[in-house]
């Protein structure tokens, strides 16, 4: 008789499934992402600041743990849509605030995240099911290391840091993207199972009856 998988595996394997749109233009999936990407604004104004305190804003530690948190469901859930309301709302406020020397970078660092996100799920995600953990893992891994480089990009050109310190910068970000992608797993399978996000069949069923 075979064995039935246990549900604290069942959660740390798939996500519940949801429908994927590369580039949604609804009124309801702007709204919902002016309001992620607000929300993304008031906590990053205050990791923006731990990070100038901790590496004068020149290494994104904590922020590169909480962006994961938004910009990732925002990006898997509402495409490109999602991904470049929720990367540019922040920098128009950090530019208004001057929260931090490399604000006015963060248009392009914010978009080499969030992008990439979109892309890869559109990539990877089949309509019959959600993303893998690894699955997320890897796409939460590509889209930080882009955001990573970029920001050295920025580092070089605005702070005039030397390379040798860019790349260790790089390199000391990646495990914080990695402990968001585990965050990111929790809030993704909660927001679909509470409804906040519209699942496949759900989406087919609305078809179905017009």
């Not at 469901?73 to 540019?88: H, Q």
Request: charged share 10%.
């Amino acid at each position: 008789m075979a064995m039935a998988t246990p549900v604290s595996a069942k959660r740390w394997t798939t996500l519940p499934n949801w429908r994927f749109r590369l580039l949604p233009r609804d009124t309801r999936t702007i709204i919902t992402c002016v309001f992620l990407g607000l929300t993304m604004a008031v906590v990053l104004q205050i990791t923006e600041r731990l990070d100038l305190a901790l590496t004068g804003g020149s290494v994104p530690l904590v922020s590169a743990i909480v962006v994961c948190a938004i910009w990732v469901p925002s990006a898997a859930f509402y495409g490109l849509t999602g991904a470049l309301i929720t990367a540019w709302i922040n920098p128009i406020i950090s530019n208004l605030t001057a929260s931090q020397p490399m604000a006015p970078f963060l248009f392009l660092t914010n978009a080499a995240h969030t992008i990439p996100v979109a892309l890869l799920v559109w990539l990877m995600k089949t309509r019959g099911k959600g993303l893998k953990l690894w699955q997320l893992v890897l796409i939460g891994q590509i889209a930080g290391l882009g955001d990573a480089l970029m920001f050295g990009v920025g580092n070089r050109l605005i702070l005039h840091l030397p390379w040798d310190f860019i790349a260790g910068q790089i390199l000391v970000v990646q495990p914080c993207y990695l402990a968001g992608s585990f965050i990111t797993y929790g809030i993704m399978r909660r927001l679909v199972n509470t409804g906040l996000v519209q699942k496949e069949r759900d989406a087919q069923a609305v078809a179905d009856a017009i």
